[in-house]
């Protein structure tokens, strides 16, 4: 048996799920931490034989997978969003990652790359990242850093893997649903910087924005992926002007929305 279980959380993606659980099918256990969904990902997921379906109230990610990994209990935890599938490469990789029994790292990072309008881009883009997804799971039950949006595991001894292991990344279903996702994210990124006393100032309403879309179009290659690149690009250029608007908005009105 393979010391190791994957980790999901689920909130209404009957888009996405499929592709994720099927790409997991070498688990031999999936737990998937569901926030009562209603749009069918819940009778999805009783097609899954490996698949362990907890629910739980959504707040925000950190406070989801802490009350979820207590139901884990493999000496190792792989890390997956429902929008994500793990690729044969990676597949085999935290095979042998986890067989070696190796206790020197208390976690390994791993590459997304994001599918947008059909297509893998070559570059590493705003919604992609290097995350902590092979973890010790007595570590990620306890130290996951405080953020409402993206929160991290604190990992004292951590490696980062060549990036032909990565995670295909699926985020976007229409332009339309992906700005309401940003303006929730951004909104919750606000807030976390409200709470640690960050006030806007007018370079990070116009800098910030500016060079969050150089640094990624061209320092990182986006313009070799054409017109679909120069969209992601405007995108995470927005999502940053939006989130500082937003935390203007709340220390203006002194409280968090």
Same mark, same amino acid.
């Given at each position: 048996?393979?010391?190791?279980?994957?980790?999901?959380?689920?909130?209404?993606?009957?888009?996405? !799920?499929?592709?994720?659980?099927?790409?997991? $099918?070498?688990?031999?256990?999936?737990?998937? %931490?569901?926030?009562?969904? +209603? @749009?069918?990902?819940?009778?999805?997921?009783?097609?899954?034989?490996?698949?362990?379906?907890?629910?739980?109230?959504?707040?925000?990610?950190?406070?989801?997978?802490?009350?979820?990994?207590?139901?884990?209990?493999?000496?190792?935890?792989? !890390?997956?969003?429902?929008?994500?599938?793990? $690729?044969?490469?990676?597949?085999?990789?935290? %095979?042998?990652?986890?067989? +070696? @029994?190796?206790?020197?790292?208390?976690?390994?990072?791993?590459?997304?790359?994001?599918?947008?309008?059909?297509?893998?881009?070559?570059?590493?883009?705003?919604?992609?990242?290097?995350?902590?997804?092979?973890?010790?799971?007595?570590?990620?039950t306890r130290y996951w850093r405080p953020a409402r949006v993206h929160a991290s595991i604190r990992l004292d001894n951590k490696k980062n893997m060549p990036d032909r292991y990565y995670l295909i990344h699926d985020p976007i279903d229409s332009l339309g649903a992906h700005f309401i996702k940003m303006q929730r994210y951004a909104r919750w990124q606000a807030e976390d910087m409200y709470d640690k006393g960050v006030r806007t100032r007018w370079w990070h309403l116009t800098l910030r924005p500016v060079g969050k879309f150089l640094q990624y179009f061209f320092l990182r290659g986006a313009f070799r992926d054409g017109w679909r690149g120069l969209v992601v690009c405007t995108l995470g250029a927005i999502q940053v002007a939006l989130k500082y608007l937003i935390l203007a908005e709340l220390r203006y009105k002194g409280k968090k929305l």
């Amino acid at each position: 048996m393979l010391d190791l279980t994957a980790f999901v959380l689920t909130q209404n993606n009957i888009r996405t !799920i499929a592709a994720c659980l099927d790409s997991l $099918t070498w688990c031999e256990k999936v737990v998937v %931490i569901d926030s009562f969904s +209603s @749009d069918g990902t819940l009778e999805l997921l009783a097609r899954y034989p490996n698949v362990q379906v907890y629910q739980h109230e959504y707040t925000n990610a950190r406070e989801q997978r802490i009350w979820g990994m207590p139901h884990v209990t493999t000496k190792w935890t792989f !890390i997956i969003d429902s929008d994500e599938i793990c $690729t044969p490469e990676l597949r085999d990789k935290l %095979i042998e990652l986890v067989k +070696s @029994d190796d206790d020197t790292y208390d976690g390994y990072l791993f590459l997304t790359r994001t599918i947008f309008m059909g297509k893998l881009l070559k570059h590493r883009d705003y919604l992609s990242s290097r995350g902590k997804r092979l973890v010790l799971t007595k570590v990620a039950t306890r130290y996951w850093r405080p953020a409402r949006v993206h929160a991290s595991i604190r990992l004292d001894n951590k490696k980062n893997m060549p990036d032909r292991y990565y995670l295909i990344h699926d985020p976007i279903d229409s332009l339309g649903a992906h700005f309401i996702k940003m303006q929730r994210y951004a909104r919750w990124q606000a807030e976390d910087m409200y709470d640690k006393g960050v006030r806007t100032r007018w370079w990070h309403l116009t800098l910030r924005p500016v060079g969050k879309f150089l640094q990624y179009f061209f320092l990182r290659g986006a313009f070799r992926d054409g017109w679909r690149g120069l969209v992601v690009c405007t995108l995470g250029a927005i999502q940053v002007a939006l989130k500082y608007l937003i935390l203007a908005e709340l220390r203006y009105k002194g409280k968090k929305l």
